[in-house]
């Protein structure tokens, strides 16, 4: 019913920048949270920033004031905004929207395909 499409990835140089986009289409009735999660190699995928419906912010600790997450709701789209980036925020990043579909009222995660973000030293 819905579909995530995640553009943005890339590979950088250490202390470089990338904005990520996540834009959400198909069925849709409104979408709540947003959020950003991340996959390094050889580990769990981990929450990077998430915001509300309100605009309310929420970050992990490793980001360090470095990353923005912001939304635009006429959109159905998530940005991540990466300054300062690192080798160790090399992974590969997923966006996730909670959606209310036209036909199931209820709030549902959705998952974008993850797109590679490399950082080199």
């Known amino acids: 019913q819905v579909q995530l499409v995640e553009s943005g990835g890339g590979l950088v140089q250490a202390g470089g920048s990338l904005r990520l986009s996540c834009a959400a289409s198909g069925n849709i009735f409104r979408i709540n949270d947003m959020a950003w999660y991340r996959q390094p190699p050889g580990k769990r995928r981990e929450l990077v920033a998430a915001i509300t419906s309100g605009g309310s912010t929420n970050y992990a600790d490793f980001v360090k004031g470095r990353f923005t997450i912001s939304r635009d709701n006429a959109k159905n789209t998530v940005y991540l905004q990466m300054n300062s980036l690192k080798p160790e925020d090399t992974a590969v990043y997923y966006c996730?929207?909670?959606?209310?579909?036209?036909?199931?009222?209820?709030?549902?995660?959705?998952w974008g395909q993850g797109t590679q973000v490399t950082v080199s030293s």
């Open positions: 996730k929207q909670g959606v209310v579909t036209t036909t199931q009222r209820m709030t549902y995660d959705y």
